[in-house]
């Protein structure tokens, strides 16, 4: 089986991804910093870590505009990338799990074959929905709320409380840590370590020449 390089990665999808990766992990830092201010101190003082937070948030909120309008306005296939099919759902998700937990220990290959149109297997496309769809809205609306609990006090009040918000965007927080822990171990698992890393860089991706790959978008393959 031959090898094709695919173009799964236009530019505006790794500024956002690195820009958003890089937010997070710093805001994961200051908020633990912010939160437990008597066992972490990394940052010279509350105040400069509080400040950090804020930064971060705002990169993150910015960077997620970028990915939004690139892939609805834009591509216009948000819904195509992101949302399962039918048969995602009732088969591809199995044999997905069934490959992390079990087959890819005895070497077998990923029953995924990514294409641009379809880029990403059954368990990255629920995840990914999740995580950008529901947590991400979470966290960066309670943290909105956090920052102007003054001029937002009605619609702090409505959620429950100041005491309710910061629970929501502590547990989502903690929600999305565990995410970026296992994404950074799954996007470890190709035929490389960096193989699934390295097209996040420079937006090709090494696949076999599956018999019957779809290859509609010739512009986006390079025979190897
Ligand atoms: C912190 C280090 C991170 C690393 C090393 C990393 C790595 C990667 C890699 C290699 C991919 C491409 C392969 C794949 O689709 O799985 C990817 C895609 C993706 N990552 Fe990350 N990631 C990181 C952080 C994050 C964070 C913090 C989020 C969200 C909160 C995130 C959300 C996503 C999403 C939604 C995609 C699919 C992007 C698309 O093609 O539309 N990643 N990541």
């Avoid at 997620?64 to 296939?77: E, L, M, P, R």
Wanted: glycine fraction near 6%; include cysteine; hydrophobic fraction near 50%.
């Amino acid at each position: 089986m031959s090898e094709k390089k695919v173009y799964l990665q236009p530019v505006p999808v790794r500024i956002w991804h690195w820009l958003n990766a890089l937010g997070i992990v710093t805001l994961c830092i200051s908020g633990a910093q912010i939160r437990f201010p008597e066992y972490v101190a990394i940052f010279s003082s509350y105040r400069s870590a509080i400040l950090l937070h804020n930064t971060a948030g705002i990169v993150v909120a910015l960077s997620f505009s970028i990915w939004f309008f690139y892939y609805k306005i834009v591509a216009g296939n948000l819904a195509d990338i992101y949302i399962p099919k039918k048969s995602d759902l009732t088969t591809g998700l199995f044999r997905q799990v069934v490959f992390y937990f079990f087959a890819y220990f005895f070497g077998a290959p990923n029953p995924h074959h990514a294409t641009p149109e379809n880029k990403f297997n059954p368990l990255q496309k629920s995840a990914y929905l999740g995580i950008m769809f529901v947590l991400m809205p979470i966290v960066s609306l309670s943290g909105i709320l956090l920052m102007n609990v003054g001029p937002m006090r009605e619609i702090v009040l409505l959620i429950g409380g100041l005491k309710i918000l910061v629970a929501i965007h502590f547990l989502s927080c903690c929600s999305l840590s565990a995410f970026i822990l296992t994404h950074v171990y799954l996007a470890t698992l190709g035929s490389t370590p960096m193989a699934y890393l390295k097209p996040m860089w420079t937006g090709w991706e090494k696949v076999e020449d599956v018999k019957g790959a779809c290859h509609e978008n010739k512009q986006s393959y390079q025979q190897n």
